[in-house]
């Protein structure tokens, strides 16, 4: 079992940065790929950004270039850096957590936990 927590959330204007922060408890992280996800209000949940197992990182064209997602195996938690925010940015951000293999990690399916999510307000 993996317990995931989000925090670092907040109501930002645009141009600005926040870190997400999402901590595992239950197994560390290097069994698993780890990945953000965001919903906002009306759309479907979407892939952010990943953390695979084996180090590799993919991003969203749509933050490609402004998040950067990194994991601290001492801490057991991962990181997503979010610089120059824009307010289509806003969302609740979710964290997953996959076992490791050869799936697409962009596919919300795949993940066997999830965080509760913490939003993420960008205003103009």
């Known amino acids: 079992q993996v317990q995931l927590v989000e925090s670092g959330g907040g109501l930002v204007q645009a141009g600005d940065s926040l870190r997400l922060s999402c901590e595992a408890t239950?197994?560390?992280?290097?069994?698993?790929?780890v990945g953000w996800f965001r919903q906002a209000p009306g759309k479907e949940r979407e892939f952010v950004a990943v953390?695979?197992?084996?180090?590799?990182?993919y991003y969203a064209d749509s933050v490609k270039g402004r998040f950067t997602i990194s994991r601290d195996g001492a801490k057991n938690t991962v990181y997503l850096g979010m610089n120059t925010l824009r307010p289509e940015d806003t969302a609740v951000y979710y964290c997953?957590?996959?076992?490791?293999?050869?799936?697409?990690?962009?596919?919300?399916?795949?993940?066997?936990?999830w965080g509760q999510g913490t939003q993420v307000t960008v205003s103009s």
């Open positions: 997953g957590a996959a076992l490791k293999g050869l799936q697409d990690l962009r596919l919300g399916s795949v993940y066997n936990y």
């Open positions: 239950g197994r560390t992280f290097g069994y698993y790929s």
């Open positions: 953390f695979r197992w084996n180090g590799d990182t």
